[in-house]
């Protein structure tokens, strides 16, 4: 199931919600393939393992209690792109975490 959540000041999607696990899931993938593009990273086993991960976490997440709207698409999306990073080895786990405070604080 989608929630999404208009901003009236606006009257456009502000942001959208799911408890659909293969959706999310799908999203997490598309983040995944994004962040080895982006950093030219093309060997399809070395995508495909950190897929793998990527996808173990998102399924143990939504495994979890939800908050009956679901998660954030847009935060899944930036947490799937940050985590694919971490496992391409292209920042440190702890670069991972001062850009997660950085989001979190602006």
């Given amino acids: 199931m989608v929630t999404s959540i208009e901003n009236s000041s606006y009257g456009s999607l502000a942001e959208k919600y799911s408890t659909d696990t293969a959706?999310?899931?799908?999203?997490?993938?598309?983040?995944?393939?994004?962040?080895?593009?982006?950093?030219?990273?093309t060997k399809a086993p070395v995508v495909d393992k950190v897929i793998s991960e990527i996808e173990e976490v998102v399924r143990d997440e939504m495994?979890?209690?939800?908050?009956?709207?679901?998660?954030?698409?847009?935060?899944?999306?930036?947490?799937?792109?940050?985590?694919?990073?971490?496992?391409?080895?292209?920042?440190?786990?702890?670069?991972?975490?001062e850009i997660m405070h950085f989001y979190t604080e602006s």
């Fill in 23 to 41: 959706e999310v899931l799908k999203l997490a993938i598309c983040a995944t393939k994004d962040a080895a593009k982006n950093r030219g990273i």
């Fill in 63 to 97: 495994s979890r209690d939800l908050e009956p709207e679901g998660v954030s698409l847009e935060i899944q999306y930036f947490l799937s792109y940050l985590d694919a990073n971490v496992l391409l080895g292209v920042i440190s786990e702890r670069k991972a975490e």
